[in-house]
Every structure is written in structure tokens, then in C-alpha cells.
């Protein structure tokens, strides 16, 4: 469907350079895929910027170890072994999620990616962190925004909000009135 294909191309609409990518609400910095999974889905979705995804990072490894039995078999049989040239950060904007993406030179040719999110603080896996932004530069990020904390029991209930991580207090973004803000959706940008 066109909302599978749209959700297959996140990763790549958040791609900053290499395997690096925004970390809006709990996002890590640094992905590797499995070329098996993003070429099946891929193939599944129509989405053939995943392609650009299924590359060996030479010295670097997917979250979730390839020694598995499952992962080698996904390999095995989705991914031919070819890699395609990786991914160019692009423009990008996502209505939905309030997140735009631009990308532009320096004048001496070094790649430029500013990050901005919006949205509204009611998402799925949400931090408090409207009107954060993240600056990357020729493969570094300068100015970044944390991402995701340390997965506890505590971070998905009713304290969540005290983790700096899903509190905006880690976040870049302004307060008002001294004020941080707080979740649901009606603390949007």
C-alpha cells in the first residue's frame, strides 16, 4: 500500500550521511541494516530507496548481530549480494510528523544538513522535543539532539517524563516562560 511505502521511507528521509541519521524521539545517531530485510522490503513496498540502505559498513555491524540464525537466513535469501551506491541525503518533509530535512553545500562543497522537528507531543515513542533541530556537517553532527535514553521500565510508564532523555529539558529547544514542555498533542509545533 502507499502508507507501507511512505512508512519503508523513513530511513532514508532521516539518512544525514553514512549510516548516520536524525534522532527525533528515540532515534539512535548511528543505524546499520541488515541488507536482507531492507531489500525485502524493497521489494515488498516499491520503495527502491532502501537499496541505498543494503551496503556493508566496513568495521561496523547491524544492531542485532548477523551470527543468528534468522538474520543469516534473511540474508541468504533476500539479499543477492549486490550494493548499490549508498544513499545521498535529499530534501525531505513529512507532513504527518512535522519533521523537514534540508541539505546544502558550504562553499567548499562540504554537505550541510539541518534537521527541524515539529509535530505535536502525543507520538508513538514520543520525547518531548518539538522544535528541536540537529546540525551535521560533512559526516559530524554539531549541534544534535540526544535521542533515545536507556530502555527501563520507567522510561515506558508513568515517569517517562522525568527521563531527561523524554524530558524537553534534554532536548535543544526553547523554554517559555521558564516553562519545559509537556506531552499530548496539544503542545505542537
Not at 3 to 28: E, I, N, Q, W
Request: proline fraction near 6%; charged fraction near 20%.
Amino acid at each position: 500500500s502507499d502508507h507501507l511505502r511512505k512508512v519503508a521511507a523513513y530511513p532514508v528521509k532521516m539518512l544525514l550521511s553514512g549510516s548516520h541519521f536524525a534522532t527525533f524521539s528515540d532515534c539512535d545517531d548511528e543505524n546499520i541494516f541488515h541488507p536482507g530485510i531492507v531489500t525485502r522490503m524493497a521489494e515488498r513496498t516499491g520503495e527502491k530507496s532502501l537499496l541505498t540502505l543494503a551496503i556493508e559498513m566496513p568495521g561496523k555491524k547491524p544492531d542485532h548481530q548477523d551470527w543468528r540464525l534468522q538474520m543469516m537466513l534473511r540474508n541468504c535469501l533476500w539479499w543477492d549480494g549486490r550494493e548499490h551506491p549508498a544513499g545521498q541525503p535529499g530534501d525531505a518533509y513529512l507532513p504527518l510528523g512535522g519533521v523537514a530535512k534540508l541539505v546544502a553545500q558550504t562553499p567548499q562543497g562540504a554537505p550541510v544538513v539541518l534537521a527541524i522537528k515539529a509535530g505535536h507531543n502525543a507520538e508513538n515513542h514520543n520525547q518531548n522535543d518539538v522544535g528541536s533541530f540537529i546540525l551535521h556537517v560533512d559526516g559530524e553532527t554539531f549541534l544534535a539532539d540526544p535521542g533515545r535514553g536507556l530502555y527501563t521500565r520507567q522510561y515506558f510508564g508513568p515517569e517517562r517524563y522525568q527521563n531527561i532523555f523524554a524530558n524537553s529539558y534534554g532536548h535543544s529547544v526553547p523554554r517559555i516562560g521558564g516553562q519545559l514542555q509537556h506531552e499530548g498533542r496539544e503542545f505542537c509545533g
